[in-house]
T-cell receptor
Framework: SQKIEQNSEALNIQEGKTATLTCNYTNYSPAYLQWYRQDPGRGPVFLLL?????KEKRKERLKVTFDTTLKQSLFHITASQPADSATYLCALDPGNDKIIFGKGTRLHILP | KAGVTQTPRYLIKTRGQQVTLSCSPISGHRSVSWYQQTPGQGLQFLFE???????NKGNFPGRFSGRQFSNSRSEMNVSTLELGDSALYLCASSLLDRGNYGYTFGSGTRLTVV
């Protein structure tokens, strides 16, 4: 069956360092891989999308890589700030069917 | 433009009761999806509607149902509530071709069943 794993439930990173979050999946061939941010008591907010034929995407301090051979995406936040503390969700989008989400990684940026 | 609006924000119901949750998507978005979020299971897909038709359905019992109106607003209903239905229910709207934009989520309805 399809499986998506974010392999850290929680991650503590010192302010100013780069935070790297991992998303692995099996038995799936997504057209897009998406990353969302979720703050407590709020709905997820879409951050970035990368297509299956793209290797890397950047947006300001965010960078996403996508390796369809390894079935893995890495999400990087450079020059991290305490305001980046949140839960980050990885999502697989087949393009024509439901999007499935990982359980998320709680990121804490320590001042 | 206005975001996705979910009402109510909070709800407390008793076991055995039923509940209806409402979602108004972003103007121009005709696809509405519903997810249940719990700490243990994360976001679980309930169903997706487009142009008043259910396009996809998740693995939830028949007590969970939904519909979409001609103005793209959507409702979901849960009958015969169980304690395990306590969760954050999230609605997400999108263009049918999600392209570069992903989902836009509402803030959710926090349902507590006692």
């Amino acid at each position: 069956s399809q499986k998506i794993e974010q392999n850290s439930e929680a991650l503590n990173i010192q302010e100013g360092k780069t935070a790297t979050l991992t998303c692995n999946y099996t038995n799936y061939s997504p057209a897009y891989l998406q990353w969302y941010r979720q703050d407590p008591g709020r709905g997820p907010v879409f951050l970035l999308l990368i297509r299956e034929n793209e290797k890397e995407k950047r947006k300001e301090r965010l960078k996403v890589t996508f390796d369809t051979t390894l079935k893995q995406s890495l999400f990087h936040i450079t020059a991290s700030q305490p305001a980046d503390s949140a839960t980050y969700l990885c999502a697989l989008d087949p393009g024509n069917d439901k999007i499935i989400f990982g359980k998320g990684t709680r990121l804490h940026i320590l001042p | 433009k206005a975001g996705v609006t979910q009402t109510p924000r909070y709800l407390i119901k008793t076991r055995g009761q039923q509940v209806t949750l409402s979602c108004s998507p972003i103007s121009g978005h005709r696809s509405v999806s519903w997810y249940q979020q719990t700490p243990g299971q994360g976001l679980q897909f309930l169903f997706e509607y487009f142009s008043e038709t259910q396009r996809n359905k998740g693995n939830f019992p028949g007590r969970f149902s939904g519909r979409q109106f001609s103005n793209s607003r959507s409702e979901m209903n849960v009958s015969t509530l169980e304690l395990g239905d306590s969760a954050l229910y999230l609605c997400a709207s999108s263009l049918l071709d999600r392209g570069n934009y992903g989902y836009t989520f509402g803030s959710g309805t926090r349902l507590t069943v006692v």
